[in-house]
């Protein structure tokens, strides 16, 4: 859409709130859940190294977390998020832009089915424990399918 030389068109320098607060701490805390499967397995895998994974991890995603915010306030019409953002971060390097988006996309992909899998784990080792034992099957399939059915329920609108 092209617009006469003479109109200005102000942009806000907030992103408009479409979720309330309740949901958005909700879709927040919703990730540490992944932190409580990846920090142990990269410990395990790497021992008293892991530390030299960590600290430039964090201070990349720091980074990046930063500069996607910064993106959003720019273009406020770009659907799909992170990745789409990634890639107009990289546009000098399309390859490696490409990468860091599909590398995005699998992991959001495969955030609920391993997280069903490390829930059902961790239920299954805890009711062991106390001599219970639980249907392995329907509780990673209840896992897959909650997190799908909340979002076609209209709670995001």
């Not at 092209?2 to 992103?15: A, C, G, H, I, Q």
Request: aromatic share 12%.
């Amino acid at each position: 859409m092209s617009y006469p030389d003479n109109v200005t068109l102000s942009l806000p320098l907030r992103l408009p709130r479409s979720l309330s607060t309740l949901e958005t701490w909700a879709f927040g805390v919703t990730i540490h859940i992944g932190w409580v499967a990846v920090v142990p397995a990269i410990h395990a895998a790497l021992g008293p190294q892991a530390i030299f994974v960590w600290i430039p991890a964090v201070i990349v995603g720091i980074l990046l977390n930063y500069q996607v915010k910064r993106l959003g306030t720019h273009f406020i019409d770009v659907a799909g998020g992170t990745p789409n953002y990634i890639t107009k971060l990289w546009q000098r390097y399309p390859g490696i832009a490409r990468y860091a988006a599909i590398g995005y996309f699998l992991s959001c992909v495969s955030y609920i089915p391993l997280n069903s899998v490390i829930l059902t784990d961790l239920i299954e080792i805890n009711l062991e424990q106390l001599g219970f034992t639980c249907p392995e099957t329907l509780l990673k399939i209840s896992f897959t399918f909650l997190p799908i059915a909340i979002a076609f329920s209209g709670t995001c609108r």
